[in-house]
């Protein structure tokens, strides 16, 4: 043998191979996975660990390439970017092609229930407010994805899925922790203020002039009316030098579906309707139900229920009188959306219920606008929802809004597959930031914990580190008590209206709806844990048994208030 031949074998070899393999053509399918992995930047993930992920969804969805499916969702920015930019991307990485149609809330809400109830095949997958989880547990037509991804779903569920991942996975599992519905996107309803017009000394010497105590965070809604009346009137200055005549509050008031969400997006809870206990209260939760054993057996306090109780009454009188007191006159005539960005108008000091999805607007980050300072930082904040009156230690503090991914069942084989494919994407660790950044709703863990978000944390005025804070967890939504959200939903914004229109006072509202709300509960025959209503019996029965539904209670309380600075200190220890 001639060694030297030999010898010249592997340095062959080591300098040719690698010079081939550089010289192979890269498939479409490899630059479109490391185009989107660069396009997802920033991320949770590193670069090397974004193309691992979106080559698992490439390789899994072989079978399927060249086929449709059909999901919708509701009109906020986080889906119109998953319809524009991930749908797109979806496609060019799976082959799959995806009708992502945006619609109104109440459109979800009328499609998915009426593919439920008549079994016709409208979409293959919606984002669905958890708000249905109730509806979904007893109407049993949902597929069960817990079930789903141990059997027939496992060689499609993403090893990197991470349901522990997931802030709040729980807002879409049954009583027994199934996972019914899967989140896609959450924002809470927080407390919104000024901070520059709160942190103004001369402002805050005139507040405690006036009240006796300090300018801050209100913890109680009686340091939110203090602050509301306050500021009413007052002439203030904004960044851009523009001088107004604040409102101490904001709110809305139009007949429509979104004044019933105002109310059973947990305003009761929040005023302490119900009884203490997480997610949700228990016996009595946020909407006022008595629950026994999973069976609802009441709304009204005369069946041991609590929406026509005392601290609801107190609920509705304070919202009517804050609004025609505080808010700007218009605000009778807006929903809920017209209402998401008039903060950023410049002559709002706070609102006690803003749904942190609006703050993604640009009005509120727009350099040289009313709501940025001359270093382009926003000079509004946000915080808890102060409590009314009723409230205890041990409640839920506010709402969470969870879109969340639901299956009908009778969307099946490779359809229920693709679909399953698409909602893993959606909800990947790979896209969470820049979903993050373009709608402002996570539901991650490692997206609000990602490095990018830290650096730039300033941004979003605490949001940040309210989903960092062990507090997250007490703004919960609507849970599992509410047996058919659909059907219910409807009476609480009709009769609101007739108490905002004059034609009502508010216990003949509350009397009213708890009556009408338990008389339709009374009707429904559903599959699992139908309500079942307990007899009438004297107020006083109820009223005289500890926790809810509760007594009067007649005195105001002293104000409270905390400085918002300490507050975030706090958040960060407890953390």
């Known amino acids: 043998m001639d060694l030297s031949r030999t010898l010249y074998i592997p340095l062959f070899l080591s300098i040719i191979v690698p010079w081939l393999l550089l010289c192979k053509p890269v498939r479409a399918d490899d630059q479109a996975i490391n185009k989107w992995a660069a396009e997802f930047s920033p991320s949770a993930l590193s670069m090397e660990e974004r193309v691992d992920e979106l080559t698992w969804f490439h390789a899994v969805s072989r079978n399927f390439r060249g086929k449709k499916i059909k999901t919708t969702a509701e009109d906020i920015q986080t889906h119109y970017w998953e319809r524009d930019v991930l749908s797109k991307a979806f496609e060019e990485i799976t082959g799959i092609q995806v009708t992502h149609d945006i619609v109104s809330e109440g459109e979800v809400v009328r499609k998915i229930s009426e593919q439920l109830m008549a079994g016709r095949m409208i979409y293959d997958a919606y984002v669905n407010d958890a708000d249905m989880i109730g509806t979904h547990l007893r109407l049993n037509r949902v597929v069960n994805l817990t079930d789903y991804m141990a059997n027939e779903g496992k060689p499609f569920t993403n090893p990197n899925l991470d349901l522990m991942d997931f802030l709040n996975p729980e807002f879409g599992q049954d009583y027994d922790g199934n996972q019914l519905q899967l989140p896609d996107q959450q924002f809470a309803n927080l407390y919104w203020f000024r901070y520059d017009w709160f942190t103004d000394p001369k402002t805050k010497a005139a507040f405690r002039d006036s009240y006796g105590y300090d300018l801050g965070v209100p913890l109680n809604w009686a340091a939110y009316e203090d602050i509301a009346q306050f500021f009413t009137g007052r002439p203030m200055t904004n960044p851009d030098g523009s001088t107004v005549s604040a409102f101490g509050h904001l709110d809305y008031g139009n007949p429509s579906p979104s004044l019933g969400w105002r109310y059973t997006d947990a305003w009761l809870s929040i005023a302490g309707v119900g009884d203490k206990g997480l997610p949700n209260g228990l016996p009595v939760d946020e909407w006022g139900i008595r629950v026994e054993n999973r069976i609802p057996v009441g709304s009204m306090v005369e069946r041991g229920g609590a929406l026509n109780s005392p601290a609801a009454v107190y609920a509705l009188t304070k919202y009517l009188e804050w609004m025609a007191k505080y808010a700007p006159g218009e605000a009778r005539n807006w929903d809920w959306q017209q209402a998401g960005t008039m903060a950023a108008r410049g002559d709002i000091a706070q609102r006690i219920f803003q749904y942190i999805t609006w703050l993604s607007d640009e009005a509120f980050h727009k350099k040289g606008g009313p709501m940025v300072d001359q270093s382009g930082r926003p000079v509004w904040r946000v915080a808890p929802t102060p409590h009314g009156k009723y409230w205890e230690e041990g409640m839920k503090v506010g709402y969470q809004d969870a879109g969340s991914w639901t299956i009908p069942w009778n969307v099946r084989d490779d359809r229920r597959t693709m679909a399953w494919l698409w909602i893993q994407f959606c909800v990947s660790k790979t896209v969470g930031v820049k979903k993050f950044l373009a709608g402002g709703t996570p539901v991650r863990k490692s997206t609000v914990h990602a490095p990018y978000l830290t650096t730039h944390a300033y941004k979003w005025g605490g949001i940040i580190e309210f989903y960092r804070s062990p507090e997250e967890k007490k703004w919960t939504d609507s849970g599992p008590n509410v047996p058919h959200y659909p059907a219910l939903s409807g009476l609480w914004w009709t009769n609101i209206a007739k108490a905002i229109g004059g034609k009502f006072t508010p216990q003949e509202t509350m009397d009213t709806l708890a009556r009408?709300?338990?008389?339709?509960?009374?009707?429904?025959?559903?599959?699992?844990?139908?309500?079942?209503?307990?007899?009438?019996?004297?107020?006083?029965?109820?009223?005289?048994?500890?926790?809810?539904?509760?007594?009067?209670?007649?005195?105001?309380?002293?104000?409270k208030t905390i400085d918002y600075d300490v507050l975030i200190r706090l958040w960060n220890q407890d953390k």
């Not at 559903?526 to 539904?549: E, F, M, V």
């Open 516 to 559: 009408q709300q338990d008389e339709l509960m009374g009707k429904l025959k559903l599959t699992r844990y139908s309500p079942k209503l307990n007899p009438i019996k004297p107020q006083s029965y109820w009223l005289n048994k500890p926790g809810a539904p509760k007594k009067e209670i007649k005195e105001r309380p002293m104000g």
